[in-house]
């Protein structure tokens, strides 16, 4: 899937441009397989920022408003090559800007491939001013799913597509992309605590031991985050709006439905054993097969992605849409699908797991309970072989024997030849 955001700048100038422009086009950055992925439209790429100011200068413009910066990224499963996403970059940019000029520079070095579009403010030919409102990324993003459709790529979901129109201002893009930036980090430790937390008290207990402070009230529309260093965050600042109160508080119902209905005995525990009918249940047949709803692929929170045909709803079956659960049957997805699969993965078991009733990863007590009770059964049968020495029954074989030589001695037999002395009574 790709999405489009929108770069913002406090202050605009030649310098800044030349900057910019010079920064998004290092081979460094835009080399892949000896091709230089970067290219302009209706401007020379080498030469993109020069052009830009003659063509402002020529039209004797002095907005302070120099040029527009778009990132067109890939989500880092998506199977795009760079050589493919600097394809579609370039018709995205015949689209949204057909009279502009346009530097086009395909980043390959991040663990996500985007594209960066650095566009002239003034159009070239007209002269006029392009003007990029808050509106502007609702029409560039739907522009953009429909090129990934084309090239067989994903797209999101309709209800995850609501991202923050305002952009990102430029020192948080570059601290982000560095690694550095504090609402990064926040986010971040936002969905490792989802990974974790099934309701909302625990997640707010998580955040609390990560050293965050969470403001979680019913009469206040927005969530309020303080990090460690005592920066502030409301949710609606974190780019995203699965962080949104309401988001939060739909996925948590989900959760804790899902937890009262695995409390309540309403469905089998994660790693598909059935309580309810006790030891002499569990002690079935040791060869069962492990159900296929069972263990961390029933709670698969895999993203579900939308591709052209509509296929990827059709092969989740009754489960799409809810984190792979069918029992929280027509529950919205909120983006955190993901992590709700993870929160309610079976827990790791530190048992070996058996030849048989046993598979690796995902323990099965009625196997193992069964591979005892099978084990058990071969010992029965081993010792049947030899049967068990009784003291009493040795000691009237002993008076047989010893009644019998006297019969043999009787008979003429020598004293010493006991041949028949040699049956086992030694055990």
């Known amino acids: 899937m790709a999405t489009v955001t929108f770069i913002r700048y406090e202050k605009q100038s030649a310098g800044a441009?030349?900057?910019?422009?010079?920064?998004?086009s290092q081979r460094e950055k835009t080399v892949e397989n000896s091709r230089w992925l970067v290219d302009g439209?209706?401007?020379?790429?080498?030469?993109?920022?020069?052009?830009?100011?003659?063509?402002?200068?020529?039209?004797?413009?002095?907005?302070?408003?120099?040029?527009?910066?778009?990132?067109?990224?890939?989500?880092p499963a998506e199977p795009v090559t760079g050589a493919l996403a600097h394809k579609i970059a370039r018709e995205f940019a015949e689209r949204a800007w057909p009279d502009s000029e346009v530097?086009?520079?395909?980043?390959?070095?991040?663990?996500?491939?985007?594209?960066?579009?650095?566009?002239?403010?003034?159009?070239?030919?007209?002269?006029?001013?392009?003007r990029q409102g808050p509106s502007t990324l609702r029409t560039l993003r739907p522009l953009s799913d429909k090129l990934c459709m084309k090239y067989g790529l994903s797209v999101l979901p309709k209800e995850q597509r609501k991202e923050s129109s305002m952009g990102m201002s430029a020192r948080e893009y570059r601290s982000a992309a560095k690694g550095e930036s504090w609402k990064f980090?926040?986010?971040?430790?936002?969905?490792?605590c989802m990974r974790s937390a099934k309701t909302r008290t625990e997640f707010i207990n998580e955040m609390e031991r990560r050293g965050y402070q969470v403001r979680w009230e019913e009469n206040r529309k927005a969530i309020t985050y303080t990090t460690p260093k005592g920066k502030k965050c409301r949710d609606d600042r974190l780019h995203e709006d699965k962080?949104?109160?309401?988001?939060?508080?739909?996925?948590?119902r989900i959760r804790e439905e899902m937890l009262r209905r695995r409390i309540e005995g309403e469905e089998p525990a994660a790693g598909g054993t059935s309580l309810d009918g006790g030891v002499g249940q569990l002690a079935g047949d040791s060869q069962r097969s492990v159900?296929?709803?069972?263990?961390?692929?029933?709670?698969?929170?895999?993203?579900?992605?939308?591709?052209?045909?509509g296929t990827a709803n059709a092969d989740r079956g009754a489960g799409a849409g809810n984190g792979g659960n069918p029992s929280v049957a027509g529950a919205e997805r909120?983006?955190?699908?993901?992590?709700?699969?993870?929160?309610?993965?079976?827990?790791?078991?530190?048992?070996?797991?058996?030849?048989?009733?046993?598979?690796?990863?995902?323990?099965?007590?009625?196997?193992a309970v069964g591979t005892l009770v099978q084990c058990g059964r071969r010992m029965e049968q081993s010792a049947e072989a030899v049967p068990p020495t009784d003291p009493v029954t040795a000691h009237s074989d002993r008076k047989a024997l010893a009644k019998e030589r006297e019969k043999k001695i009787a008979l003429g037999h020598k004293q010493d030849d006991h041949e028949e002395q040699n049956i086992t009574l030694s055990m």
């Open 17 to 24: 441009l030349h900057g910019v422009a010079q920064y998004v």
């Open 41 to 75: 439209q209706n401007c020379a790429p080498q030469l993109a920022a020069q052009e830009f100011t003659a063509t402002r200068q020529m039209h004797r413009k002095d907005s302070p408003v120099w040029f527009y910066h778009y990132v067109q990224s890939f989500h």
């Open 103 to 130: 530097l086009i520079a395909t980043h390959i070095d991040a663990a996500h491939i985007h594209t960066h579009f650095l566009v002239n403010a003034v159009c070239y030919e007209t002269g006029k001013m392009l």
């Open 185 to 192: 980090q926040l986010m971040n430790t936002v969905d490792l």
């Open 243 to 252: 962080y949104r109160k309401e988001v939060m508080e739909h996925e948590f």
């Open 291 to 309: 159900p296929p709803d069972s263990g961390t692929g029933r709670w698969n929170g895999e993203a579900q992605l939308s591709r052209p045909g």
């Open 334 to 367: 909120t983006g955190w699908e993901e992590e709700r699969g993870q929160a309610f993965a079976p827990a790791p078991s530190n048992l070996a797991p058996a030849q048989s009733g046993m598979a690796l990863g995902h323990p099965d007590l009625a196997g």
